[in-house]
T-cell receptor, first 116, second 114 residues
């Protein structure tokens, strides 16, 4: 149980285009989902916290107009990187927390974005 | 400030030997502590957690961790390492239940040689 999926797993795009990444909790409901960014050989950097039905809370230094987050249902959150640039190339990981109040976060497999 | 520290960037162990990956925490109140493992180009997989109760927590793949309040540590251990255990390991804490954001350590790369 507690499986989180991400789609796509890899994406290559041209500079200036927008890319949408989906995060789904497959076998549980998640009131809260998190989006992280990970640079090579570094730990995860929290970008934003997404609660179902409300606006995401962004961490300091993360541009909310650049990284659009939508959490429309208890099983789906999306991250859209708008007008992507090469510096946005990174490994993006989502996680979801079970709605029942348990504290464990379950992570998706990650999406590697390469902007040319 | 709430934090977790992983003092070793890399740990090298021979297959079959016991392994320890260190983690110390600095959290006010009673901490929730976690270990996650990350394989190359993959997301994090949950290994185990401590919330309350027995200080020795058993998790996936034969791993266990011991919560030590006096030393503020939560070291990850395994009695006999496998080459397949080679990965990046993250210690994490959730300072308060449900409302707060999980805080990750910097990660420790575990390398098991045959």
């Amino acid at each position: 149980g507690a499986v989180v999926s991400q789609h796509p797993s890899w994406v290559i795009c041209k500079s200036g285009t927008s890319v949408k990444i989906e995060c789904r909790s497959l076998d549980f409901q998640a009131t809260t989902m998190f989006w992280y960014r990970q640079f090579p050989k570094q730990s995860l950097m929290l970008m934003a916290t997404s609660n179902e039905g409300s606006k995401a809370t962004y961490e300091q230094g993360v541009e909310k107009d650049k990284f659009l987050i939508n959490h429309a249902s208890l099983t789906l959150s999306t991250l859209t990187v708008t007008s992507a640039h090469p510096e946005d190339s990174s490994f993006y990981i989502c996680s979801a927390r079970v709605s029942s109040g348990k504290e464990t976060q379950y992570f998706g497999p990650g999406t590697r974005l390469l902007v040319l | 400030a709430q934090s977790v520290a992983q003092p070793e960037d890399q740990v090298n162990v021979a297959e079959g030997n016991p392994l320890t990956v260190k983690c110390t925490y600095s959290v006010s109140g009673n901490p929730y502590l976690f270990w996650y493992v990350q394989y190359p180009n993959r997301g994090l997989q949950f290994l185990l957690k401590y919330i309350t109760g027995d200080n020795l927590v058993k998790g996936s793949y034969g791993f266990e961790a011991e919560f030590n309040k006096s030393q503020t540590s939560f070291h990850l251990k395994k009695p006999s390492a496998l080459v397949s255990d080679s990965a990046l390991y993250f210690c994490a804490t959730l300072p308060y239940s449900s409302a707060s954001k999980i805080i990750f350590g910097s990660g420790t790369r575990l390398s098991i040689r045959p």
